[in-house]
């Protein structure tokens, strides 16, 4: 695991988007160094993945198709 986030590192991404959610994808967004984390709100977002953003946006709509959350976020 520590070769791929140093890998992910090495991208140098200025933003980091994490439309999945979850806890791991929520280590990989932190450890990207993005200075901009963006993601969703509680209840969107488990396993604790809002430690992980700097930034988040609200659920658009219960029950809401991916397609419309992932447009939330611009």
Do not use: M, Y
């Amino acid at each position: 695991a520590l070769p791929f986030l140093r890998a992910v590192r090495r991208l140098g991404c200025e933003l980091t988007i994490d439309l999945q959610g979850h806890f791991k994808s929520g280590v990989i967004t932190r450890f990207s160094g993005a200075p901009v984390r963006l993601g969703f709100e509680p209840p969107q977002a488990r396993e604790w993945n809002w430690w992980f953003t700097t930034d988040r946006v609200a659920d658009p709509a219960d029950r809401a198709l991916k397609l419309l959350k992932f447009q939330a976020l611009g």
